[in-house]
């Protein structure tokens, strides 16, 4: 007989890691994990008042290739809104890859085992914006979240 536990602690899993990040934006000091394992989410409160500052001068994000996938590390990129951001991506790689952000006409060709700069607009906050490589379909995509600034 299989043995059933992990195949149920796989879900419970993604279900904490998804929630992470919304309940680490969320200034919600703790939730307890009982109402995490339950789906139970309604304590969070409203996230749209959350305000973040930001001291960084640039980003750094790298594109590698993981068990055999292309990925953009890290694969959510946070920003404040309202002002310019610089994103310095390396391709670790020794291919060519892309960097598009349809939603913000960006569209950038990441030299193989370069640093490529990226300047990214000053955004609205509460906006979120898929990423993918327009050379390679199968690149894993990646998300650029715009937080409201203080
Ligand atoms: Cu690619």
Redesign the pocket.
Known sequence: MPDTRSARRSPNTRTILALALPLALSGTACVSVGAVETGEISDIGDTSAARFSDDRDSIQVI?TLIGGK?VFIPSTIVVTEGRSQKLSIHNTTDAH??FRIPGLGIEMILEANQETLVELPALAGGNVYGID?H??VP?RHATLMVLHGR
Do not use: R
Request: aromatic share 0%.
């Open positions: 594109t292309n890859h892309g490589c050379l390679h690149h």
